[in-house]
C-alpha cells in the first residue's frame, strides 16, 4: 500500500522514535521481540542446535521429547535445529527484500520524480508491474528460472519495487515544491547533490516505515512460494521451507507445523507492529490520534 | 466528465501493453524449451525441430509477440502445451470458481472490515479499538494456507458443517455453491478484513477531526447518524481505493486457498501451468489476472465521483 | 444446469435400458476417486504416465490381460491358436466388442492399433522385429506372422506396464505415434465425457452400456469380467495431500489413490475408511553413462556399494510397508544373484574417497535432478545427497519440479550445458516383472531408457532370454543378467514401497494393482 505520509523533520526523528518506544509498548514489545529474534539467527550454532540438514530416517516424525525438542520431521531432521537456523534465511530474505526494494525504490522513484522526461515511461512501467499480482510475478520468476535464496529474494524485490518507487517518487514531487529547493537551484546547486543533499534524507523516514511492510510481505511471500513448490531449494531451513513440509503431515504431528508457523507469524506481526509504530512516531498527526 | 472518463479508460491501454510486454519477455529470457516438452519421452531432434517451427519459435521474438499479441486481440490464447486443450476453454472452465471465491472474499470483508472500522474509530483508545488493530496486525501475520488448514479442519472435519474442500457449480443449486465457498472466502476475507479495517478506522479518525464534524456535533447530530451519514460517506474513497488496490493481493491469496480447498479455478490452473512450462496459458492467465486488477481499479477511479461529489473532473 | 440434466438423461436411459420392473427412482451413482497425479494426456501410446495409463485402462480394452498371477489371459481375444511350428499366432476376437461411438470392433481396428503400440513400446519393438506380417484375416480374425517362435506373444500384447497395448478405432489408430489422439474412443468398460474433462482438476467417465464383460473368471491384474457398478467414475485432483486425506475423512471422495503410507494409522482407527490394497513401486536411481563421473563403470560400482538402500527406504516408506532387498526383477524371474555383494552400505568413507581417486574421480560435478514436488523422490534424493557427499562427490543438488526433470532428463548434453548425473524416480512393480517388462535393465546405449547405459553382454543375455524358451535357462539367463548389471550399473534399484490406496470402508471388491474400476461396488 502506498500512503503519503506527511513528513517529519529530520532532526527530530530519532529522539521521537526514542521517546515514543519508552513511552508505548505498541512499538516497544515488537522492537524486544525482532531484537530476541536477530539475536536467535546471529548465535543458531550455539542454542544447543545440530546440523539442521542432518537427516535420520529411522527417527522420522518423532514427537518433541528431551532429545528433539520441536520433534523430527518426514526425514528424521531435528525441526528445532531447522526452526532456529530457519530464522536466519527467514531474516536474510526479509531483510534483504525491504533493503534492496528501498534502495530501488529511491532510484527509480527519485529518477521519476525529478527527471520529466522519464517520468510518463517508468510509471506506466511501474502501473504494468503493479497490475501484475505480486505474488504471481515471484512464482513465475522462481518457477521459471530455478529457486535459490537469489532467485526468491530477486523475484519478491522485483514485485515490491513498483510500490516503493512510487512512494518516493511522491515525495520527491511533494519537495519539489517547496522553496528552499527553488532557492537550492537559483543558487546553482546540481540535480544530484539536490537529490543527494535534500531530497533522499526526506524519503528516510516514510520510506522506513514502507520498508518494515515490504519485510512483513516479503516473510509472508517467501511462505508461500514455499508453499506453492517455487521457493528455496528444500534443503536451505526456511519458516516457509519447513512449514511446507510440514503441511502434509499436520493431522499427524501437528507440533511440525505448529513451532515454524509459530516463529512466522510472531516475527511477521513483530515487525507489523513496529512498521505501525514508526509510522505513528514519524507522523504526528497520527500520532495525535492515537 | 465524459472526457475524463474517456481519458481515464483509454489510459489503460499502455498499462495493458507493458504488461504484455512484461509476460512476455518474462517467458522469452527463461530457459525450459516448450518444444521439448511437447515433444515427450522419446523424440528425436528432428521431431522436436519440427515442432519448434510448427509453434513459430523459430522466429525472431519481436515477430512472436505480434503474432501473440494479435493473436490475443482476437481472442485467441492459442492452445495448452499440456493438454492441447484450447486456452481459452480452460480459462472458460476454471473462471467460475475463481470470480465466486473473490466475490464472496470482497463481500464477507466488506461487511466485517467496515462495521469493525468505524466501532474501532468510535471507541477510539478503547480495550476494543486496541483490540481490533491487534487483530488487524494478526490478520497479516498468519499465511492463507495456516488459516485454511485451520478452519477446514475445524468447520469442515470437527464440526462437519461445510465441506472441507471442492467447489459446487452455481448452476447446479446456490446452496451447495454457498457452502462449498465459505471457508476458502474465510480464509482469504482474514487479510483483506484487516486491511480495510485499518483504512476505515484511519480515514473515520481523520475525517471526524474536520471542522463540519465537529459543527455537527456541536448542532446535536446524533453519533451515530454522524458516523454512519457523514464521516462513513466520506471515508468511502479511501475504503474503496483500498479494495482495489487489494485485489492484487486477493488473486494472489486465491492462488494458494485454491489449492487448499482443491477448488478448479484459475489460480490453480496458473500454478500447474507455471509448473510445467506451459506457457500460452501462463500468458493468457496472468494477462487475465492484471487485465481484472486494471479493470477494477478503472472502476475504483470512475467510483470516486459517486462516493466524493465535490471530486468532479 | 448441465450437469444434473445430463445425469438425469443418462438415468432415464439406463433405467429404460434395463427390465422395467427393476427400474428404481434412484440418484445416478458416482464414484469419486483422487489420482495419485492429473491427468494430462489421454493416449496411452504416445504417454507413459501412470494417470495416461490407468484411462487407458478404463477407457480402452486390451486383446490380452494379466490375472494376478501376471499370467496374460484372453481378454478381447476368444484365444488363439498356434501353428505346430510357433510361427503363426490366429487370434479370435470375442463376440459383442463394441466401441464407444457404436461401432463394432473389427479385426482392421486391432491391426492398425498394435501397429501403432509396436512404434512405441519395448517390448512391442521386440515382437515386432520377430514379426514378418500382421494381418486381418477376416472381420473377427488377426494373424500373426513370425520369422522364429515367440511364446511371449501374449505377454506382450497383454503387458500391463506402459505402454499398453490398447486397441482404438483404425481411423484413430492410423495417427502418428508420436502425437497423442485427442479424440478419446476405445472399447473399454467406461467411456471418456470429453464435455467435463478440465486438464488439472477433474475427469469423467461414464459406463459403458455395451460392454460385454468376461462372462467368466475372476478379476485379475487387467484380466476377468469387467463389471462396472457405477453409473459415472470422477476423478478430482486434488494437489494438497492433507486436503486429500481430509476428503476421504469427510467422506466428500471415496477413493484416494495415493495417500502417503504415514496416513495409514490414522485409518486403522476409523471404521468409517479402509485401506486398499494396491501394487507396489520400485523406487530407482538411475546415473547418465555418457558422462563423468557415472561414464566411469569404476565410479558406479563404488557409488553401488556406498548406496544405503535402507535409510532411502525409511524416508520413502516411512510407516508403511517396504523393502530394501530387491534386484532387477520382482516376477517370476526372481532371483537374488550377487545382490548381498553388490550392495555393501559401506560407511568406511575415506577408503571410499581414496578409491574414488584412484578411480579417476577429479571432483566433477554431479548434477542430481530432482522433483521437489513428489515427495518420494524429493526423500530418496535427499538421504542419497547426504550419503554422496560423505563419500566425497561434488553433489549439486538441483531443485526442479518434476516437470522440468522429465523435460532435462531427456538431455544428451554435458553438464556444463544443461546435462545431468543422475536422478531418482520410482515405478509401478510391474515394469520390474522379468527381462521382458523392465526396460530400465536394458542397455541399448542411445537407442534406450534415460542415462543411456551401453552394456552389449547385457543386451546379448536379453537376446537369449528373449529365444529362450524353457523357463529354468530363462531363471539362469535372467540371474546373469542381473549379475552383469552389477558390474554394468544401467540403474540402481532402492527397494520396493507398497503403495496401498485409502477408501471409505462402504467400497468392496478392490482388485490389487492399479486401481480398477470395474469390480468395485458401493454397500
Given at each position: 500500500?502506498t500512503?503519503?505520509?506527511?513528513?517529519?523533520?529530520?532532526r527530530?526523528?530519532?529522539?521521537?522514535?526514542?521517546?515514543?518506544?519508552?513511552r508505548?509498548?505498541?512499538?516497544?514489545f515488537?522492537?524486544?521481540?525482532?531484537?530476541?529474534?536477530?539475536?536467535?539467527?546471529i548465535?543458531?550454532?550455539?542454542?544447543?542446535?545440530?546440523?539442521?540438514?542432518?537427516?535420520n530416517?529411522a527417527?522420522?516424525?518423532?514427537?518433541?521429547?528431551?532429545?528433539?525438542?520441536?520433534?523430527?520431521?518426514?526425514?528424521g531432521?531435528?525441526?528445532?535445529?531447522?526452526?532456529?537456523?530457519?530464522?536466519?534465511?527467514?531474516?536474510?530474505?526479509g531483510l534483504?527484500?525491504?533493503?534492496?526494494?528501498?534502495?530501488?525504490?529511491?532510484?527509480?522513484?527519485t529518477?521519476?520524480?525529478?527527471?520529466?522526461?522519464?517520468?510518463?515511461?517508468?510509471?506506466?512501467?511501474?502501473?504494468g508491474?503493479?497490475?501484475?499480482?505480486?505474488?504471481?510475478?515471484?512464482?513465475?520468476?522462481?518457477?521459471?528460472?530455478?529457486?535459490?535464496?537469489?532467485?526468491v529474494?530477486?523475484a519478491?524485490?522485483?514485485?515490491?519495487?513498483?510500490?516503493?518507487?512510487r512512494?518516493?517518487?511522491?515525495?520527491?514531487?511533494?519537495?519539489?515544491?517547496?522553496?528552499?529547493?527553488?532557492?537550492?537551484?537559483?543558487?546553482?546547486?546540481?540535480?544530484?547533490?539536490?537529490?543527494?543533499?535534500?531530497?533522499?534524507p526526506n524519503?528516510?523516514?516514510?520510506?522506513?516505515v514502507?520498508?518494515?511492510?515490504?519485510?512483513?510481505?516479503?516473510?509472508?511471500?517467501?511462505?508461500?512460494?514455499?508453499?506453492?513448490?517455487?521457493?528455496?531449494?528444500?534443503?536451505?531451513?526456511s519458516?516457509?521451507?519447513i512449514?511446507?513440509?510440514?503441511?502434509?503431515f499436520?493431522?499427524i504431528?501437528?507440533t511440525?507445523?505448529?513451532?515454524?508457523?509459530?516463529?512466522?507469524?510472531?516475527?511477521?506481526?513483530?515487525?507489523?507492529?513496529?512498521?505501525?509504530?514508526?509510522?505513528?512516531?514519524?507522523?504526528p498527526?497520527?500520532?495525535?490520534?492515537? | 466528465?465524459?472526457?475524463?472518463?474517456?481519458k481515464?479508460?483509454?489510459?489503460?491501454?499502455?498499462?495493458?501493453?507493458?504488461?504484455?510486454?512484461?509476460i512476455f519477455g518474462?517467458?522469452?529470457?527463461t530457459?525450459g524449451?516448450?518444444?521439448?516438452?511437447?515433444?515427450g519421452?522419446?523424440?528425436?531432434?528432428?521431431?522436436?525441430?519440427?515442432?519448434?517451427q510448427q509453434?513459430?519459435?523459430?522466429?525472431?521474438?519481436?515477430?512472436?509477440?505480434?503474432?501473440?499479441?494479435?493473436?490475443v486481440?482476437?481472442g485467441?490464447?492459442?492452445?495448452?502445451?499440456?493438454?492441447?486443450a484450447?486456452?481459452?476453454?480452460?480459462i472458460?472452465?476454471?473462471?467460475?470458481p475463481?470470480?465466486s471465491?473473490?466475490?464472496?472474499?470482497?463481500?464477507?470483508?466488506?461487511?466485517?472490515?467496515?462495521?469493525?472500522?468505524v466501532?474501532?474509530?468510535?471507541?477510539?483508545?478503547?480495550l476494543i479499538?486496541?483490540?481490533v488493530?491487534?487483530?488487524?496486525?494478526?490478520?497479516?501475520?498468519?499465511?492463507?494456507?495456516?488459516?485454511?488448514?485451520?478452519?477446514?479442519?475445524?468447520?469442515?472435519?470437527?464440526?462437519?458443517?461445510?465441506?472441507?474442500q471442492?467447489?459446487?457449480?452455481?448452476?447446479?443449486?446456490?446452496?451447495p455453491?454457498?457452502?462449498?465457498?465459505?471457508?476458502?472466502?474465510?480464509?482469504?476475507?482474514?487479510?483483506?478484513?484487516?486491511?480495510?479495517?485499518?483504512?476505515?478506522?484511519?480515514?473515520m479518525?481523520e475525517?471526524?477531526s474536520?471542522?463540519?464534524?465537529?459543527?455537527a456535533?456541536?448542532?446535536g447530530?446524533?453519533?451515530?447518524?454522524?458516523?454512519?451519514?457523514?464521516?462513513?460517506?466520506?471515508?468511502?474513497?479511501?475504503i474503496?481505493?483500498v479494495?482495489g488496490?487489494?485485489?492484487?493481493?486477493?488473486?494472489?491469496g486465491?492462488?494458494?486457498?485454491e489449492?487448499v480447498f482443491?477448488?478448479?479455478?484459475?489460480?490453480?490452473?496458473?500454478?500447474?501451468?507455471?509448473?510445467g512450462?506451459?506457457?500460452?496459458?501462463?500468458?493468457?492467465v496472468?494477462?487475465i489476472?492484471?487485465?481484472?486488477?486494471?479493470?477494477?481499479n478503472?472502476?475504483?477511479?470512475l467510483?470516486?465521483t459517486?462516493?466524493?461529489?465535490r471530486?468532479s473532473? | 444446469?448441465?450437469r444434473?440434466?445430463f445425469l438425469?438423461?443418462?438415468?432415464?436411459?439406463?433405467?429404460?435400458?434395463?427390465?422395467?420392473?427393476?427400474?428404481?427412482?434412484?440418484?445416478?451413482?458416482v464414484?469419486?476417486?483422487?489420482?495419485?497425479?492429473?491427468?494430462?494426456?489421454?493416449?496411452?501410446?504416445?504417454?507413459?504416465?501412470?494417470p495416461?495409463?490407468?484411462h487407458g485402462?478404463?477407457?480402452?480394452?486390451?486383446?490380452?490381460?494379466l490375472?494376478?498371477?501376471?499370467?496374460?489371459?484372453?481378454?478381447?481375444?476368444?484365444g488363439?491358436?498356434v501353428?505346430?511350428?510357433?510361427?503363426?499366432?490366429?487370434i479370435?476376437?470375442?463376440?459383442?466388442?463394441?466401441?464407444?461411438?457404436?461401432?463394432?470392433?473389427r479385426?482392421?481396428?486391432?491391426?492398425?492399433?498394435?501397429?501403432?503400440?509396436?512404434?512405441?513400446?519395448?517390448?512391442?519393438?521386440?515382437?515386432?522385429?520377430r514379426?514378418?506380417?500382421?494381418?486381418?484375416?477376416?472381420?473377427?480374425?488377426?494373424?500373426?506372422?513370425?520369422?522364429?517362435?515367440?511364446?511371449?506373444l501374449?505377454?506382450?500384447?497383454?503387458?500391463?506396464?506402459?505402454?499398453?497395448?490398447?486397441?482404438?478405432?483404425?481411423?484413430?489408430?492410423?495417427?502418428?505415434?508420436?502425437?497423442?489422439?485427442?479424440?478419446?474412443?476405445?472399447?473399454?468398460?467406461?467411456?471418456?465425457v470429453?464435455?467435463?474433462?478440465?486438464?488439472?482438476?477433474?475427469?469423467?467417465?461414464?459406463?459403458?452400456?455395451?460392454?460385454?464383460p468376461?462372462?467368466?473368471?475372476?478379476?485379475g491384474?487387467?484380466?476377468?469380467?469387467?463389471?462396472?457398478?457405477?453409473?459415472?467414475?470422477?476423478?478430482?485432483?486434488?494437489?494438497?495431500?492433507?486436503?486429500?486425506?481430509?476428503?476421504?475423512?469427510?467422506?466428500?471422495?471415496?477413493?484416494?489413490?495415493?495417500?502417503?503410507?504415514?496416513?495409514?494409522?490414522?485409518?486403522?482407527?476409523?471404521?468409517?475408511?479402509?485401506?486398499?490394497?494396491?501394487?507396489?513401486?520400485?523406487?530407482?536411481?538411475r546415473?547418465?553413462?555418457?558422462?563423468?563421473?557415472?561414464?566411469?563403470?569404476?565410479?558406479?560400482?563404488i557409488?553401488?556399494s556406498?548406496?544405503d538402500?535402507?535409510?532411502?527406504?525409511?524416508?520413502v516408506?516411512g510407516?508403511?510397508?517396504?523393502?530394501?532387498?530387491?534386484?532387477?526383477?520382482?516376477?517370476?524371474?526372481?532371483?537374488?544373484?550377487?545382490i548381498?555383494?553388490?550392495?555393501?552400505?559401506?560407511?568406511?568413507?575415506?577408503n571410499?574417497?581414496?578409491?574414488?581417486a584412484?578411480?579417476?574421480?577429479?571432483?566433477?560435478r554431479?548434477?542430481?535432478?530432482?522433483?521437489t514436488?513428489?515427495?518420494r523422490?524429493?526423500a530418496?534424493?535427499?538421504?542419497?545427497?547426504?550419503?554422496?557427499?560423505?563419500?566425497?562427490?561434488?553433489?549439486?543438488?538441483?531443485?526442479?519440479?518434476?516437470?522440468?526433470?522429465?523435460?532435462?532428463?531427456?538431455?544428451?548434453?554435458p553438464?556444463?550445458?544443461?546435462?545431468?548425473?543422475?536422478f531418482?524416480?520410482?515405478?509401478?512393480?510391474?515394469?520390474?516383472?522379468?527381462?521382458?517388462?523392465?526396460?530400465?535393465?536394458?542397455?541399448?546405449?542411445?537407442?534406450?531408457?534415460?542415462?543411456?547405459?551401453?552394456?552389449?553382454?547385457?543386451?546379448?543375455?536379453?537376446?537369449?532370454?528373449?529365444?529362450?524358451?524353457?523357463?529354468?535357462?530363462?531363471?539362469?539367463?535372467?540371474?546373469?543378467?542381473?549379475l552383469?548389471?552389477?558390474?554394468?550399473?544401467?540403474?540402481?534399484?532402492?527397494g520396493?514401497?507398497?503403495?496401498?490406496?485409502?477408501?471409505?470402508?462402504?467400497?468392496?471388491?478392490?482388485?490389487?494393482?492399479?486401481?480398477?474400476?470395474?469390480?468395485?461396488?458401493?454397500?
Amino acid at each position: 500500500m502506498t500512503m503519503t505520509l506527511p513528513l517529519a523533520a529530520r532532526r527530530t526523528m530519532g529522539s521521537r522514535l526514542l521517546r515514543y518506544m519508552s513511552r508505548n509498548t505498541l512499538i516497544a514489545f515488537p522492537s524486544a521481540l525482532l531484537v530476541v529474534l536477530a539475536l536467535i539467527a546471529i548465535f543458531a550454532p550455539f542454542l544447543g542446535t545440530v546440523d539442521p540438514a542432518q537427516l535420520n530416517p529411522a527417527n522420522r516424525l518423532k514427537p518433541p521429547s528431551a532429545e528433539f525438542w520441536f520433534g523430527t520431521d518426514m526425514l528424521g531432521r531435528d525441526i528445532y535445529s531447522r526452526v532456529i537456523y530457519g530464522s536466519r534465511v527467514s531474516l536474510i530474505v526479509g531483510l534483504s527484500v525491504a533493503f534492496f526494494a528501498s534502495v530501488c525504490g529511491v532510484i527509480i522513484g527519485t529518477i521519476s520524480g525529478f527527471v520529466r522526461r522519464f517520468d510518463a515511461i517508468i510509471m506506466r512501467i511501474m502501473d504494468g508491474m503493479m497490475s501484475i499480482p505480486s505474488i504471481l510475478l515471484a512464482i513465475a520468476i522462481v518457477a521459471l528460472i530455478r529457486g535459490s535464496l537469489l532467485t526468491v529474494i530477486v523475484a519478491i524485490t522485483v514485485a515490491e519495487i513498483p510500490r516503493t518507487s512510487r512512494l518516493v517518487r511522491s515525495v520527491v514531487l511533494s519537495i519539489r515544491e517547496e522553496p528552499y529547493i527553488d532557492a537550492a537551484i537559483v543558487a546553482g546547486a546540481s540535480t544530484s547533490r539536490i537529490a543527494i543533499r535534500h531530497i533522499f534524507p526526506n524519503t528516510v523516514a516514510p520510506l522506513s516505515v514502507q520498508a518494515t511492510y515490504v519485510c512483513a510481505a516479503a516473510l509472508i511471500a517467501e511462505s508461500i512460494l514455499s508453499f506453492i513448490g517455487a521457493g528455496l531449494p528444500p534443503i536451505i531451513p526456511s519458516w516457509g521451507n519447513i512449514i511446507a513440509d510440514a503441511r502434509t503431515f499436520w493431522q499427524i504431528r501437528p507440533t511440525m507445523l505448529l513451532f515454524p508457523a509459530l516463529f512466522l507469524s510472531l516475527c511477521v506481526l513483530s515487525v507489523n507492529l513496529l512498521g505501525d509504530g514508526l509510522r505513528e512516531a514519524l507522523d504526528p498527526r497520527m500520532a495525535k490520534d492515537l | 466528465m465524459m472526457f475524463y472518463i474517456g481519458k481515464r479508460c483509454l489510459s489503460t491501454i499502455p498499462v495493458m501493453l507493458i504488461v504484455a510486454v512484461l509476460i512476455f519477455g518474462l517467458l522469452y529470457i527463461t530457459p525450459g524449451d516448450p518444444a521439448l516438452m511437447i515433444a515427450g519421452d522419446q523424440a528425436t531432434p528432428a521431431v522436436v525441430e519440427r515442432i519448434r517451427q510448427q509453434l513459430g519459435l523459430d522466429l525472431p521474438i519481436y515477430v512472436r509477440f505480434g503474432h501473440w499479441l494479435w493473436d490475443v486481440l482476437r481472442g485467441d490464447f492459442g492452445k495448452s502445451v499440456l493438454s492441447g486443450a484450447p486456452v481459452s476453454n480452460l480459462i472458460a472452465q476454471r473462471i467460475q470458481p475463481t470470480v465466486s471465491l473473490m466475490l464472496a472474499t470482497l463481500v464477507i470483508s466488506v461487511s466485517v472490515a467496515v462495521p469493525l472500522g468505524v466501532l474501532s474509530a468510535w471507541k477510539r483508545g478503547s480495550l476494543i479499538d486496541r483490540a481490533v488493530m491487534i487483530l488487524c496486525v494478526g490478520g497479516f501475520s498468519l499465511p492463507v494456507f495456516v488459516t485454511g488448514y485451520l478452519l477446514a479442519y475445524t468447520f469442515g472435519l470437527q464440526l462437519s458443517w461445510l465441506p472441507v474442500q471442492g467447489y459446487a457449480r452455481i448452476e447446479n443449486g446456490v446452496l451447495p455453491w454457498l457452502r462449498g465457498i465459505i471457508l476458502p472466502s474465510l480464509a482469504l476475507s482474514l487479510v483483506y478484513i484487516s486491511l480495510i479495517a485499518r483504512i476505515t478506522r484511519a480515514t473515520m479518525l481523520e475525517t471526524m477531526s474536520r471542522d463540519y464534524i465537529r459543527t455537527a456535533r456541536a448542532k446535536g447530530v446524533a453519533d451515530r447518524s454522524l458516523l454512519f451519514g457523514h464521516a462513513l460517506k466520506n471515508a468511502a474513497v479511501p475504503i474503496v481505493t483500498v479494495v482495489g488496490t487489494g485485489v492484487a493481493l486477493l488473486i494472489g491469496g486465491s492462488v494458494v486457498a485454491e489449492s487448499v480447498f482443491a477448488l478448479p479455478g484459475l489460480g490453480r490452473l496458473t500454478i500447474d501451468a507455471i509448473m510445467g512450462r506451459d506457457y500460452p496459458v501462463i500468458q493468457a492467465v496472468v494477462l487475465i489476472f492484471s487485465a481484472s486488477y486494471v479493470f477494477v481499479n478503472l472502476i475504483v477511479d470512475l467510483l470516486y465521483t459517486v462516493f466524493d461529489p465535490r471530486i468532479s473532473y | 444446469m448441465k450437469r444434473r440434466t445430463f445425469l438425469q438423461g443418462s438415468l432415464a436411459a439406463s433405467a429404460a435400458a434395463s427390465l422395467p420392473r427393476f427400474a428404481v427412482a434412484q440418484p445416478a451413482s458416482v464414484l469419486k476417486f483422487i489420482p495419485g497425479a492429473s491427468l494430462a494426456i489421454l493416449d496411452p501410446i504416445a504417454n507413459t504416465s501412470a494417470p495416461t495409463r490407468l484411462h487407458g485402462f478404463m477407457v480402452y480394452d486390451t486383446l490380452y490381460g494379466l490375472d494376478s498371477n501376471f499370467a496374460p489371459q484372453p481378454q478381447m481375444a476368444e484365444g488363439h491358436e498356434v501353428s505346430a511350428d510357433g510361427l503363426d499366432w490366429t487370434i479370435k476376437l470375442r463376440d459383442g466388442l463394441f466401441f464407444h461411438d457404436g461401432e463394432p470392433v473389427r479385426a482392421k481396428d486391432v491391426v492398425a492399433s498394435l501397429n501403432r503400440w509396436s512404434k512405441r513400446d519395448t517390448f512391442g519393438k521386440t515382437l515386432f522385429s520377430r514379426t514378418n506380417e500382421l494381418l486381418a484375416v477376416d472381420d473377427k480374425t488377426v494373424r500373426f506372422r513370425l520369422k522364429r517362435p515367440f511364446a511371449l506373444l501374449p505377454a506382450a500384447l497383454g503387458k500391463v506396464g506402459s505402454n499398453i497395448a490398447v486397441i482404438m478405432p483404425e481411423r484413430l489408430a492410423l495417427t502418428d505415434p508420436s502425437k497423442a489422439v485427442t479424440e478419446v474412443i476405445g472399447s473399454g468398460p467406461f467411456s471418456f465425457v470429453a464435455k467435463d474433462y478440465s486438464p488439472g482438476a477433474l475427469v469423467a467417465y461414464e459406463k459403458f452400456k455395451k460392454y460385454t464383460p468376461r462372462a467368466s473368471g475372476e478379476v485379475g491384474f487387467s484380466s476377468g469380467p469387467k463389471t462396472v457398478h457405477f453409473d459415472r467414475v470422477e476423478w478430482h485432483v486434488i494437489p494438497d495431500g492433507s486436503t486429500a486425506l481430509a476428503a476421504i475423512q469427510s467422506g466428500e471422495m471415496d477413493w484416494w489413490e495415493s495417500p502417503l503410507p504415514d496416513f495409514l494409522p490414522i485409518v486403522q482407527g476409523n471404521p468409517s475408511m479402509k485401506i486398499v490394497p494396491a501394487g507396489g513401486q520400485v523406487m530407482f536411481l538411475r546415473l547418465n553413462h555418457l558422462y563423468p563421473p557415472f561414464n566411469n563403470p569404476e565410479i558406479r560400482r563404488i557409488l553401488l556399494s556406498c548406496i544405503d538402500r535402507k535409510s532411502i527406504m525409511q524416508a520413502v516408506g516411512g510407516g508403511g510397508e517396504w523393502r530394501d532387498d530387491i534386484g532387477l526383477y520382482l516376477g517370476s524371474m526372481k532371483t537374488d544373484a550377487g545382490i548381498k555383494e553388490a550392495f555393501r552400505g559401506r560407511t568406511d568413507f575415506d577408503n571410499v574417497k581414496s578409491e574414488l581417486a584412484a578411480a579417476g574421480y577429479k571432483g566433477e560435478r554431479m548434477v542430481m535432478l530432482v522433483g521437489t514436488d513428489t515427495p518420494r523422490n524429493l526423500a530418496a534424493s535427499q538421504v542419497a545427497e547426504s550419503t554422496f557427499k560423505k563419500m566425497g562427490l561434488n553433489v549439486d543438488f538441483q531443485s526442479l519440479d518434476w516437470g522440468t526433470v522429465s523435460q532435462r532428463r531427456a538431455s544428451m548434453e554435458p553438464p556444463e550445458k544443461g546435462g545431468w548425473a543422475c536422478f531418482f524416480v520410482g515405478a509401478d512393480s510391474e515394469y520390474f516383472l522379468d527381462p521382458a517388462t523392465n526396460f530400465l535393465a536394458r542397455a541399448n546405449g542411445r537407442d534406450g531408457w534415460f542415462g543411456w547405459p551401453d552394456s552389449s553382454r547385457i543386451e546379448q543375455l536379453t537376446e537369449e532370454w528373449f529365444n529362450s524358451t524353457d523357463v529354468a535357462a530363462q531363471k539362469e539367463i535372467a540371474s546373469q543378467i542381473q549379475l552383469q548389471a552389477w558390474k554394468d550399473i544401467p540403474y540402481v534399484p532402492i527397494g520396493e514401497v507398497q503403495a496401498p490406496g485409502l477408501a471409505r470402508s462402504n467400497l468392496q471388491g478392490f482388485a490389487p494393482g492399479f486401481a480398477k474400476f470395474w469390480g468395485v461396488k458401493r454397500t
